[in-house]
């Protein structure tokens, strides 16, 4: 588990530029789907061919992060945030610029005040912080650094010393890419027609869901995505790492599909799988673009919680990470058909 999600996280695929990430998942599935391919939008779409029931799983394989918005005078690098990033949480961090001449270069992600070591009077907005190459505008430029460059966050994975946790950046959502890759693994013998669906641009838009729908026909779709944790409440209902995977049943956009809900619930409970539902107010993920395509797909989100979830560094648990593949392997063994 450990090698493979580490692979995932490190590298570097925001939204819109998912090149490196799908690569990866590219050669790690391959091994056990039919059929592998990638539509005009840029989703990788993998097929195990089957009898009866067809299933679609969707992860997203984009990331928040950095694109060059100026290059001023003096070379600082101002930027545009791809996704729900706040400033706060980029200041201080190192990043990789991949530029036009494919040269590799690293930078500092900083404001005026951190620059100069003076105090902070108040929370930096986007338009306060910038990237410090080391280099003059002229050199930025003959470099091969313009508008539109991204900046890619540079993160190490690691697991924390109690080994339950792991940490590292875009945990949401390469977790939910790690877990369909090991879907592929076990079911490859499974008699279901699966569809292995891994999305962009969900962080700016869910526009990848929205059209990799078109070309397959799914009877009912699981989207994995990952969820904000709320174990800091310290609420015995809430979502907790460690106390195992996420049912979103509602979300800020969508009600899931209930019969889809009431099977996971079962196998849990008949397999004594921890499992949390959850009912928020707040965000939504790429299932809600797939649930009113083509006339409608019932659609559930299954996922685990975690902290620090649109930073540069998230916390989650293996075991929930487990559990969560465990209870969907059951259930895509011999899925049944769906009753609305």
């Keep these: 588990m450990m090698e493979l999600l580490k692979r995932l996280s490190e590298a570097h695929g925001q939204s819109g530029n998912e090149v490196e990430i799908r690569n990866i998942i590219k050669k790690e599935i391959k091994p056990y789907v039919d059929e592998l391919y ?3 939008f840029g989703n990788l779409v993998a097929r195990k061919k089957g009898k009866g029931n067809s299933i679609m799983l969707a992860a997203h394989m984009d990331e928040i992060g950095l694109m060059v918005k100026q290059i001023d005078a003096d070379g600082k690098l101002f930027v545009s945030p791809l996704g729900g990033l706040e400033p706060l949480i980029v200041l201080g961090e190192r990043v990789e610029i991949l530029t036009k001449k494919n040269r590799k270069i690293n930078g500092v992600v900083t404001t005026k005040e951190i620059h100069s070591g003076a105090e902070l009077t108040k929370i930096p907005t986007i338009d306060d912080v910038y990237i410090d190459v080391g280099m003059t505008r002229d050199e930025c430029v003959n470099a ?5 460059t991204y900046a890619n966050i540079v993160k190490e994975f690691i697991e924390l010393d109690n080994g339950g946790l792991v940490c590292g950046k875009a945990l949401d959502d390469r977790i939910g890419c790690y877990m369909l890759i090991e879907l592929a693994k076990r079911l490859k013998n499974a008699k279901a027609e699966i569809y292995y669906v ?7 838009g869910l526009h990848g869901a929205k059209t990799s729908i078109y070309s397959i026909d799914p009877d009912y779709a ?3 995505d990952m969820t904000e944790s709320d174990d800091e409440k310290h609420d015995p209902l809430g979502k907790c790492l460690t106390e195992g995977p996420i049912l979103v049943i509602k979300d800020a956009e969508m009600i899931t599909t209930k019969c889809i809900n009431d099977w ?3 196998i849990s409970k008949k397999h004594n799988i921890p499992i949390q539902p959850d009912v928020s107010d707040f965000g939504t993920t790429d299932a809600l673009n797939v649930s009113v395509s083509k006339g409608g797909i ?3 989100v299954v996922g685990v919680a975690v902290r620090n979830i649109h930073s540069t560094t998230s916390i989650a648990c293996k075991q929930d990470i487990q559990n969560a593949i465990k209870i969907l392997e059951i259930l895509l063994k011999n899925p049944p058909k769906i009753c609305l």
Excluded: H, M, N, R
């Design 222 to 224: 699981i989207v994995v």
């Design 38 to 40: 990638s539509d005009k």
């Design 298 to 300: 019932p659609c559930t």
């Design 144 to 148: 091969g650094i313009e508008v539109g």
């Design 198 to 204: 891994f999305t962009v641009q969900e962080e700016i």
């Design 264 to 266: 996971l619930l079962a």
